[in-house]
């Protein structure tokens, strides 16, 4: 079954736009981390916000947490054309290692 | 820094035949992943394993076997390569008590 997952499987924004990317997960998590996967390569994180964190900054990015809603979003601002990506959210249960990874939202960036 | 080295890149097999794919890194991680991904789908996972010497099955093992050689390297084995399993398959790993996964660039399967 799928402990996480993205809301929107694709956006596309023009470029200095900004884009929220929103998640919602099933289970208690321990922490929840947000991934960019390019073309032809593995994800690589950008975000890891932790189950007692509300919000997380990474320069343009912006990554926030409810755990009552079971929900985070991810936004980034003033995108670039090089934002063009998938995005994962990724969940680990409290009591697992297991790391699950929702199904993408694919986000294109037009100059 | 440390990298994640998988091979092949690129691996073409025939219908009913077992394939391995491998997976190094020289992180030191102590956990290391194998996912499934179909084209324009999430990550699926098929096998973990927590530490040397350890293996735990995840949502998608059934038709593939692992194993943990040693800390630095887990492969993975297609029993029976079927058609409908052409995807990418990475390879990430993470130290026990640390979140951040650290992927590979893949092995891309075609099953002829």
């Known amino acids: 079954s799928q402990l996480a997952e993205e809301n929107s499987w694709a956006l596309s924004v023009h470029e200095g736009e900004s884009v929220t990317v929103n998640c919602s997960y099933k289970t208690s998590i321990t922490a929840l981390q947000w991934y960019r996967q390019k073309s032809g390569k593995g994800p690589a994180q950008l975000i890891l916000i932790r189950s007692n964190e509300r919000e997380k900054r990474n320069g343009r990015l912006r990554a926030t947490l409810d755990t009552s809603s079971q929900s985070s979003s991810l936004s980034i601002t003033a995108t670039r054309c090089e934002d063009t990506a998938v995005y994962f959210c990724?969940?680990?249960?409290?009591?697992?290692?297991?790391?699950?990874f929702g199904t993408g939202t694919r986000l294109q960036v037009l100059p | 820094g440390g990298i994640i080295t998988q091979t092949p890149k690129f691996l073409i097999g025939q219908e009913g035949q077992k394939l391995t794919l491998k997976c190094q890194q020289n992180?030191?991680?102590?956990?290391m992943y194998w996912y499934r991904q179909d084209s324009g789908k999430g990550l699926r996972l098929i096998y973990y394993?927590?530490?040397?010497?350890?293996?735990q099955k995840g949502d998608l093992s059934e038709g593939y076997d692992a194993s943990r050689e040693k800390k630095s390297s887990f492969s993975l084995t297609v029993t029976s390569a079927q058609k409908n399993e052409m995807a990418v398959f990475l390879c990430?790993?993470?130290?026990?008590?640390?979140?951040?996964?650290?992927f590979g660039s893949g092995t891309r399967l075609t099953v002829l």
């Open positions: 990724a969940t680990r249960s409290s009591n697992t290692n297991k790391v699950v």
């Open positions: 394993s927590i530490t040397e010497n350890d293996l």
């Open positions: 992180f030191n991680h102590d956990t």
């Open positions: 990430a790993s993470t130290k026990l008590s640390a979140e951040t996964l650290y």
